[in-house]
């Protein structure tokens, strides 16, 4: 980590999950591996999730599998779909309000180690997707309900200096849209992603 680098705090985290998810476009997650070594990729597509969302998790109550969202902010929630890939949300909001928001993909710095790049036609593609960025930084449910922080082996940083200016300059957009994947909810303009980049997911 360099001496500039920020990691995100639970209390910037604390806002609506529509008002988090574009703020975390050109943030990078960062994975920890047990032994010592680090993974990022920089955030270029996000979904936020909230209370009185159809498409929402806790949308109608709280369960085994929702409760996470009901806690503080800065708290990682990772579900398995159709039983086989995993999606990493990042909960938001005050406590006890239901509210997160999807990674759906990654730019990653760097292919990890146990990544075949024989086997990898397109590597900007590698994490194209909420289940292929839990593939490619191995990250599973064993996460949900732990801190986003250093000690979890799994965080966020806010975006680089360099990438703040160059929204301010324009030279950076932000695409927002409707959700994908749903069959609810999906008329919601809750969908953010970084206009030009090679590693945003495809409907």
């Known amino acids: 980590m360099s001496p500039t680098t920020q990691i995100v705090e639970p209390s910037w985290l604390e806002r609506p999950s529509p008002t988090v998810a574009p703020d975390l476009i050109g943030c990078r997650l960062v994975r920890q591996m047990p032994e010592g070594q680090c993974w990022r990729g920089q955030i270029v597509e996000t979904e936020a999730y909230a209370p009185n969302d159809p498409a929402c998790h806790a949308y109608r109550r709280r369960t085994a599998r929702n409760f996470v969202m009901f806690g503080p902010a800065g708290t990682a929630y990772v579900y398995l779909i159709y039983g086989i890939y995993h999606c990493f949300n990042i909960v938001t909001d005050r406590d006890q309000v239901p509210s ?14 146990w990544i075949d790049p024989s086997r990898c036609l397109k590597p900007e593609r590698v994490a194209a997707g909420p289940g292929k960025l839990c593939q490619a930084l191995k990250i599973d449910t064993g996460f949900t309900g732990k801190g986003l922080q250093p000690e979890n082996l799994l965080w966020i940083e806010h975006r680089p200096v360099a990438f703040q200016q160059q929204l301010a300059q324009q030279q950076q957009t932000l695409i927002q849209t409707t959700r994908i994947g749903l069959t609810q909810g999906t008329d919601l303009p809750w ?3 970084l206009k030009g980049c090679k590693a945003v997911s495809k409907p």
């Open 191 to 193: 969908r953010w992603y």
């Open 100 to 113: 997160a928001v999807l990674i759906r993909a990654l730019e990653l710095s760097a292919l990890p180690e």
